[in-house]
Structure formats: C-alpha cells, structure tokens
Nanobody
Framework: QLQASGGGLVQAGGSLRLSCAIT????????MAWFRQAPGKQRELVAT???????NYADSVKGRFTISRDSAKSTFDLHMNSLKPEDTAVYYC???????????????WGKGTQVTVSS
C-alpha cells in the first residue's frame, strides 16, 4: 500500500514537500513516481525515480521539483519549490515492480493529496 501526505495550500513561489510511505507489500518496487491531475485535465507524470537512482521529470517542473527516496524508511518524497498556480492539482504517488522509462501508469497507487497554489 502507498500512503501520500503533505499536500496543502501555498502561495505562488512557496514550497511544499509531499511524502509517500510504502507499507505492507511483499513486492519489490523498483520504480516510484508522482503523478498529478488538475481539474479537466489528463493525469500526467510529474517525476519518477528508480531504485538505481535514475530520475526523470516533466518539463514543466524541471529545476523546481526534486524526487527522492529513502529505502531504509520505505518512503519517497517530492520536494516542490517555486510553486505556480498551474501546479494546482491532486497529486498521487505510485510505484511498480518494473522499470519503464516513459511511464503513463503504474500498478500500485496511493490516494491523492490536494496541492493548491494561490496567486
């Protein structure tokens, strides 16, 4: 199971950290990611990280967001800086046993957490 936390309301230019805890799984998860879905828009991949440390980001968040993982704690985070109103969305953490470089979905999902950026 994946459990996301850390969403909230922040002013433009501010920062938030989302955290996802991986619990009660017997499956080895080799790729973790954060997706987001804004109202009226398709879900999009925001950032992904593999157990080998490879990361990839959506162009819209490069240089502002950082994904990281703590294997000892079975958690992975999304550090979001310089937030913009267009970052407003429900953010979902997800994970998969298989590494796929261009992800559109994953096998395991957490419940979403709302991020709202006010202008």
């Amino acid at each position: 199971q994946l459990q996301a936390s850390g969403g909230g309301l922040v002013q433009a230019g501010g920062s938030l950290r989302l955290s996802c805890a991986i619990t009660r799984t017997s499956v080895v998860l080799n790729q973790m990611a954060w997706f987001r879905q804004a109202p009226g828009k398709q879900r999009e991949l925001v950032a992904t990280i593999t157990t080998s440390g490879w990361t990839n980001y959506a162009d819209s968040v490069k240089g502002r967001f950082t994904i990281s993982r703590d294997s000892a704690k079975s958690t992975f985070d999304l550090h979001m800086n310089s937030l913009k109103p267009e970052d407003t969305a429900v953010y979902y953490c997800a994970a998969d046993p298989v590494v796929v470089l261009k992800r559109t979905s994953m096998d395991y999902w957490g419940k979403g957490t709302q991020v709202t950026v006010s202008s």
